[in-house]
């Protein structure tokens, strides 16, 4: 069996790290000469609309499946029409626009930060007048990482604010004085089956996410649970996703979902019985899916904009690095480490030395 993959880059790699003991091979279309998984499978160079790349990967792969959200709607259309493509386009097409994706969520019962469609200043002003300060202004589309985002505190901002959007449709946000951050990672087959992971609890600063850890047991997994389930029966959708939610003294709150293996599930490569990975490649081939319990403690080190040693990271017991085969670059994701171990104890020791040399190499 040969899986297409749109996206060259880690998540792809990870994908075809988990899918040679199942004995898959690989093809995945990225624009980048040195894409991180190009020396794990055939790699068709080029841009991701490019027609006749497309066509060669979809007479090459038995399925085609993505690592980032924007893929072009008509990229996953046309794919669709000539090989399986999961997760679904309809996934892709809510996950990328963050207008349709807070009505997804409103019209399935998901609670959301009070949120307005924002297409001028006028919107602005009126909508800011409900929802109050502090907010966020956001793109809708081709937002990632806090990018594309501002935030109000005060109505003189307004203008300056809506002029940083440069005429792009927004939506705007009421700040969620969340007390954390969490994320729950699913999988689903085309079967319907369905199977989910504990969650995990995320630092994120700069918008980007940092540590993940892995909360077996927590109160909020099974309100966190009925929420992805939701999603996925509603899309009728196959394959891993992610949904980032904001906790508020327990009540949660969904922030967006991602149609794809997440950051916030690195952990789960050493720190559950099945990585995402491998579910995720189980799900699309509609193989039975995996068990998603968590191996003691666990957790993950994003490292961004530059590397520790590896014999630094290796010298702290626990851990385990995954590196992305990228040039480190300000603000990049090069590399993650994960901690896992029996005791409490032992894990927070070893996730506090991680932290400790991905904070000293962070250049964002
Ligand atoms: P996003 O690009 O929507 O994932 O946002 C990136 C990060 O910004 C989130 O992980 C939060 O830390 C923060 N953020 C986004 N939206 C809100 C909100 N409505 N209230 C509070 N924090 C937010």
């Known amino acids: 069996m040969k899986i297409g993959i749109l996206g060259g880059g880690q998540l792809a790699r990870m994908i075809a790290l988990a899918g040679y003991p199942l004995g898959l091979k690989f093809v995945v279309l990225d624009p980048d000469p040195n894409a991180g998984a190009a020396g794990l499978s055939e790699h068709l160079h080029g841009a991701y609309d490019d027609p006749a790349l497309l066509a060669e990967l979809a007479e090459k792969a038995d399925v085609v499946t ?4 924007n893929v072009p709607a008509h990229v996953a259309e046309f794919l669709s ?3 399986k493509v999961y997760p679904p386009a309809n996934a892709l097409a809510v996950a990328q626009d963050r207008l349709l994706e807070k009505n997804f969520f409103k019209d399935l019962g998901i609670g959301t ?8 200043l006028r919107d602005l002003q009126q909508a800011m007048m409900q929802i109050g300060y502090p ?3 956001k793109s809708r589309r081709l937002g990632y990482d806090g990018k594309g985002q501002v935030v109000l505190n005060s109505a003189d ?32 087959r085309p079967s319907g089956d369905i199977v989910f992971y504990p969650i995990s609890e995320n630092s994120h600063s700069g918008g980007i996410l940092r540590i993940a850890e892995c909360r077996s047991d927590d109160a909020e997994q099974s309100m966190a649970e009925d929420y992805v389930k939701r999603l996925l029966e509603k899309l009728d959708y196959v394959g891993v996703i992610a949904l980032e939610l904001f906790d508020v003294d327990g ?4 922030n967006e979902f991602a149609p794809r293996v997440h950051n916030s599930g690195h952990w789960t490569i050493e720190g559950a019985e099945t990585s995402q990975f491998e579910n995720h490649l189980r799900a699309i081939l509609d193989l039975p899916l995996g068990s998603t319990k968590a191996r003691g403690f666990t957790g993950m080190v994003n490292f961004i904009g530059g590397l520790a040693a590896d014999e630094q990271v ?4 626990n851990s385990h690095l995954h590196l992305y085969d990228k040039a480190p670059r300000k603000g990049r994701k090069v590399a993650h480490a994960t901690a896992r171990a029996d005791t409490e104890a032992d894990y ?15 250049d964002s």
């Open 251 to 254: 009540q949660l709150l969904a």
């Open 348 to 362: 927070r020791e070893a996730l506090l030395g991680l932290a400790n040399l991905a904070s000293a190499v962070d």
């Open 66 to 69: 993505y690592e980032f959200e």
């Open 157 to 188: 901002e307004l203008d300056e604010a809506w002029q940083a959007m440069q005429g792009a449709a927004a939506i705007v946000e009421g700040f969620v004085p969340f007390r954390r951050e969490v994320s729950i990672i699913a999988a689903r």
């Open 81 to 83: 029409t000539h090989t």
């Open 314 to 317: 290796l010298s702290i017991g």
């Open 113 to 120: 930060a009070p949120f307005a469609a924002v297409d001028n």
């Open 135 to 137: 907010a966020i202004l």
